[in-house]
């Protein structure tokens, strides 16, 4: 009888983890296919789909590269998108949907960044301007916008080191031995309160005015 038991016993756990296996199996793809559905949820009625929100987050960051969570915080913090359900977007979101979208994102040990060919160093996030590694295209913005502002910060930003400056600041005064777009980029634009807001809206901070563009 006890020989009997244990042979029982036996198959019945053999059971129970033929059965535990294929749990874990279908848990596993249906938590990724909660992933790629809520990635892929309709964007209709939307004015901006979660892969543009994710590209502008890049761009406003000088395309650094940022985890699916630091992305989608920001994209919450910034509204840019919003699931038909009302929910803020959530990490799982952003990674598949990167994940769907290869031929415009990469992941790199700094983070997800966009794949592309171009500079974003000065490329336009609305009428936002970034300068990195750039100095040229930073001083020839700066003469051709001599009434505009530049956010002098550090090459991550951060919200302890934002400080707005004119055109033409002492500061700066373009000396060769100096590269000024290395490890400070330039965030410029023609409007003072879209500076303000893109450093609110991307850094979370204010912006320090210099004491010398508006002592």
């Given at each position: 009888?006890?020989?009997?038991?244990?042979?029982?016993?036996?198959?019945?756990?053999?059971?129970?983890?033929?059965?535990?296996?294929?749990?874990?199996?279908?848990?596993?793809?249906?938590?990724?296919?909660?992933?790629?559905?809520?990635?892929?949820?309709?964007?209709?009625?939307?004015?901006?789909?979660?892969?543009?929100?994710?590209?502008?987050?890049?761009?406003?960051?000088?395309?650094?590269?940022?985890?699916?969570?630091?992305?989608?915080?920001?994209?919450?913090?910034?509204?840019?998108?919003?699931?038909?359900?009302?929910?803020?977007?959530?990490a799982n979101q952003v990674n598949?949907?990167?994940?769907?979208?290869?031929?415009?994102?990469?992941?790199?040990p700094a983070g997800i960044r966009?794949?592309?060919?171009?500079?974003?160093?000065?490329?336009?996030?609305?009428?936002?301007?970034?300068?990195?590694?750039?100095?040229?295209?930073?001083?020839?913005?700066?003469?051709?916008?001599?009434?505009?502002?530049?956010?002098?910060?550090?090459?991550?930003?951060?919200?302890?080191?934002?400080?707005?400056?004119?055109?033409?600041?002492?500061?700066?005064?373009?000396?060769?031995?100096?590269?000024?777009?290395?490890?400070?980029?330039?965030?410029c634009g023609t409007d003072r309160?879209?500076?303000?807001?893109?450093?609110?809206?991307?850094?979370?901070?204010?912006?320090?005015?210099?004491?010398?563009?508006?002592?």
């Open positions: 009888m006890i020989r009997e038991a244990l042979v029982e016993a036996r198959a019945e756990l053999a059971s129970l983890r033929g059965r535990e296996a294929e749990l874990e199996r279908q848990i596993t793809e249906a938590e990724r296919a909660l992933g790629e559905e809520a990635a892929d949820e309709s964007d209709e009625g939307e004015s901006i789909t979660l892969h543009e929100a994710i590209a502008e987050i890049l761009r406003s960051t000088g395309n650094e590269g940022m985890s699916g969570r630091e992305l989608a915080d920001a994209i919450n913090r910034r509204s840019l998108y919003r699931r038909r359900d009302g929910m803020p977007v959530e598949a949907r990167v994940n769907n979208y290869r031929d415009m994102f990469e992941k790199t966009l794949r592309v060919s171009e500079d974003w160093s000065s490329a336009p996030v609305e009428s936002v301007t970034i300068f990195k590694d750039d100095d040229a295209g930073f001083h020839a913005w700066l003469d051709a916008h001599p009434d505009g502002y530049f956010i002098n910060t550090e090459r991550k930003p951060r919200k302890s080191y934002l400080v707005l400056h004119q055109p033409a600041c002492p500061h700066f005064d373009r000396s060769p031995k100096v590269h000024w777009t290395k490890d400070y980029i330039k965030v309160h879209e500076l303000e807001g893109w450093a609110n809206d991307n850094v979370g901070g204010e912006v320090t005015l210099c004491s010398k563009c508006f002592g």
